[in-house]
């Protein structure tokens, strides 16, 4: 019989995502206007972010390729993955990039 999993055991990671890492704003008060919003929340954001999130979260081994800006956005995105359990040690972080 076929093993059942596609997934090598040995394999150092079993997902890498590359692509943009965001950070998404959602206004707090639902169904206003962006003009009428007063505070909002952050989550991660980025279709790749999100595959990278969600497969570490699943169990499998991830990681994220992609850089950042040297500040809180950056650091709140990195370390949002990593709580996840998300290899972030392949994205980048650029002074120069908001």
Do not use: W
């Not at 950056?74 to 949002?80: A, E, V, Y």
């Amino acid at each position: 019989m076929k093993n059942p999993t596609p997934f090598a055991s040995g394999r150092a990671l079993d997902v890498i995502c590359l692509g943009r890492l965001a950070v998404d704003l959602y206004a707090q008060q639902i169904g206003s206007t962006l003009e009428d919003a007063t505070s909002f929340a952050k989550y991660l954001g980025g279709s790749s972010a999100n595959i990278a999130f969600g497969t570490a979260r699943l169990g499998l081994k991830s990681a994220m390729l992609s850089k950042v800006g040297d500040d809180h956005m950056g650091r709140f995105l990195t370390d949002t993955l990593a709580r996840e359990g998300c290899d972030v040690s392949h994205v980048g972080v650029d002074p120069n990039r908001l």
